[in-house]
Each structure stands twice: as C-alpha cells, then as structure tokens.
C-alpha cells in the first residue's frame, strides 16, 4: 500500500478500522446513521449549569454518561486534592494528573483535577476517556489490539462514540496529545463524520490548526475507499 498517504501508517489505519468494525458489531448499530450522533460543545448535548465547582463538574459528568449510553452504570466522581499552585509543580508529575479511572466491582471510582474545569473542552474530554475506560474495562482484552492498546483503544473508542471534536480540541487546549497523535485523531473522527454524514458540523466546530488538520484526514481517508465502504456495507 505504498500509494497511501503518509498522514497516517497502515498499520494504525487498519487498526483504527478494525475498531470501528468492532464496535458497530458490538453497539447499536443506527448510532452511526445520525449526524447528531457527533458530540459538540453546546446546550443540545451538555445541561450541566456553568460553574467551577464539584456540582458543576458533577452535572458535566452525568452528561457525558448520558451521551455514552452509561446512566445506569454507577461510577463516583471526587475531585483530586490540590497543592497550592505555586508550589504544586515542586511535587512532580503527580501535581499534573489530569483524571483517573479506579476500577472496582461494587465501587468504582473517577478522579479529575479540579484545575482543567478552567478548560472546559480539554474538562469533557478528560472525564469522557475516564468513562469510556469504565465502559470498555468489561471487553478490553477482545478488543483489535488486545490488552497493550488498551489506553490507545480508550482514547479511539471516545471518538468512535461521538467525541471526536471534543478529543481533539481538548488535546490542542491541553497543549498535550496524550496517549493519541492528533493525525489519529483526525483520521478516526473523519471516518466517523462520513459514516454518520456530519461532515458540516465539523467544518463549523473547529478552526486553526484543528480545521487544517481535519482537512488533510478527509483527505487521506479517500486513500482508504475500501476499508471504509466495507465498513459502511456493516451498518
């Protein structure tokens, strides 16, 4: 496949489609027929009131559950104990721990630091990988890629639920990609626009190097016709 485009590797590209194949199989399958199934920052998806609070990032984390089909699952949310912030950085990467995912039978637990509720997009995007590893702990060694792309199939498996603009935005927020390069990123939420049609609504959510970006994925995905209308003849 030497003809394919560079902006992604085969390997990963093959591995970003064997997910999808595997969550259609494995997920209601009409999710991927609604362009409103693509997550955005607005009113429409989020009811949480505004706020810098538990109560707020409470509300933000009901959502999100809500969005991933979770409601019914019982998970606790605490914040993570801060350290001043001017002698926080002293205390190492421990200090920078963005959220975390505790799993337990009867208890399981979601940390997140308080301090990313100041970036309200990179706050979503946090709390969504946190409960997707909750949502797919159950089936993560069945997954393309096994047990050793468990973090990476976490992040994936957020976009291929719909919040592919929010896992990008809030990486660039970040100023850190975390476990997925945003060319990954890109490319797996450009799948999920055409099969869900939503196309427009990425073209009107994001700017700057995210749009540019997102671009050159519509692009390379065109390099992919195959995998991709295989992938479509599932749905």
């Given at each position: 496949m030497f003809?394919k485009?560079?902006?992604i590797?085969?390997?990963?590209a093959?591995?970003?489609?064997d997910?999808?194949a595997w969550?259609i199989?494995?997920h209601n399958?009409?999710?991927?027929l609604?362009?409103?199934s693509l997550v955005?920052p607005?009113?429409q998806?989020?009811k949480?009131?505004?706020?810098?609070d538990?109560?707020s990032a409470?509300?933000?984390?009901?959502?999100?559950k809500?969005?991933?089909?979770?409601?019914?699952?019982r998970i606790?949310?605490e914040?993570?104990p801060?350290?001043?912030?001017?002698?926080?950085?002293?205390?190492?990467q421990?200090?920078?721990?963005?959220?975390q995912?505790f799993?337990d039978e009867?208890n399981p637990?979601?940390?997140?630091?308080?301090r990313?509720?100041?970036?309200?997009?990179n706050?979503i995007?946090?709390?969504?990988h946190e409960?997707?590893h909750?949502?797919?702990d159950?089936v993560?060694?069945q997954?393309?890629g096994?047990w050793d792309?468990?973090?990476?199939?976490?992040?994936?498996?957020?976009?291929?639920h719909?919040?592919?603009?929010?896992?990008?935005?809030?990486?660039a927020?970040?100023?850190?990609a975390g476990?997925?390069?945003?060319?990954t990123?890109a490319f797996a939420t450009a799948?999920?626009?055409k099969?869900t049609?939503s196309?427009?609504?990425?073209a009107a959510?994001?700017t700057?190097?995210?749009?540019?970006?997102?671009?050159?994925?519509?692009?390379a995905?065109?390099?992919?016709?195959?995998?991709?209308c295989?992938?479509?003849?599932?749905?």
């Amino acid at each position: 496949m030497f003809w394919k485009s560079e902006f992604i590797s085969e390997d990963l590209a093959l591995w970003v489609f064997d997910n999808y194949a595997w969550a259609i199989d494995h997920h209601n399958q009409r999710f991927w027929l609604n362009p409103d199934s693509l997550v955005r920052p607005t009113k429409q998806y989020f009811k949480a009131k505004g706020g810098g609070d538990h109560a707020s990032a409470l509300g933000v984390f009901n959502d999100i559950k809500r969005l991933l089909g979770m409601s019914k699952k019982r998970i606790a949310l605490e914040p993570i104990p801060q350290l001043p912030e001017n002698i926080g950085h002293e205390y190492g990467q421990t200090s920078m721990i963005a959220g975390q995912y505790f799993p337990d039978e009867f208890n399981p637990l979601i940390t997140y630091n308080p301090r990313i509720m100041r970036q309200p997009i990179n706050f979503i995007a946090t709390l969504a990988h946190e409960l997707m590893h909750a949502k797919l702990d159950p089936v993560a060694d069945q997954l393309p890629g096994g047990w050793d792309a468990h973090e990476l199939a976490t992040d994936l498996h957020c976009i291929i639920h719909g919040f592919g603009l929010i896992q990008l935005q809030g990486a660039a927020d970040a100023g850190w990609a975390g476990y997925m390069t945003q060319p990954t990123r890109a490319f797996a939420t450009a799948i999920f626009a055409k099969l869900t049609g939503s196309e427009a609504h990425i073209a009107a959510a994001l700017t700057g190097r995210e749009a540019k970006l997102m671009k050159k994925a519509f692009k390379a995905l065109k390099d992919w016709d195959e995998e991709f209308c295989a992938l479509r003849a599932k749905l």
